[in-house]
């Protein structure tokens, strides 16, 4: 069955790095815009990243710009978050979204937390 798998969250202080990773199956990633979404407790889902299937642009929110960078492998199928100078109010559960056309697949979701 058709399947994306979020990895790399964790629990890091504040400063601190992580890579998540977005790994799909069954499926295959070339053709498929991809996002990264987030959502804290109590509030509602927020997109934080996005990059395009055709010339891979790339989007990013202003609260994440200039601290995380989306790239994509689509030789391993996946997508990656690198997130550098992280804050506490970037905790989050982050989501991974493919679309194209009228297809959408999300992930389970992978925890991160920013905390000291």
């Known amino acids: 069955q058709v399947q994306l798998v979020e990895s790399g969250g964790g629990l890091v202080q504040p400063g601190g790095s992580l890579r998540l990773s977005c790994a799909a199956s069954?499926?295959?990633?070339?053709?498929?815009?991809i996002g990264w979404l987030r959502q804290a407790p109590g509030k509602e889902r927020e997109g934080v990243s996005c990059i395009s299937s055709s010339d891979g642009s790339t989007y990013y929110a202003d609260s994440v710009k200039g601290r995380f960078t989306i790239s994509r492998d689509n030789a391993k199928n996946t997508v990656y978050l690198q997130m550098n100078s992280l804050k506490p109010e970037d905790t989050a559960v982050y989501y991974c979204?493919?679309?194209?056309?009228?297809?959408?697949?999300w992930g389970q979701g992978t925890q991160v937390t920013v905390s000291s």
């Open positions: 979204n493919a679309h194209y056309v009228a297809y959408d697949y």
């Open positions: 069954r499926f295959t990633l070339d053709y498929y815009a």
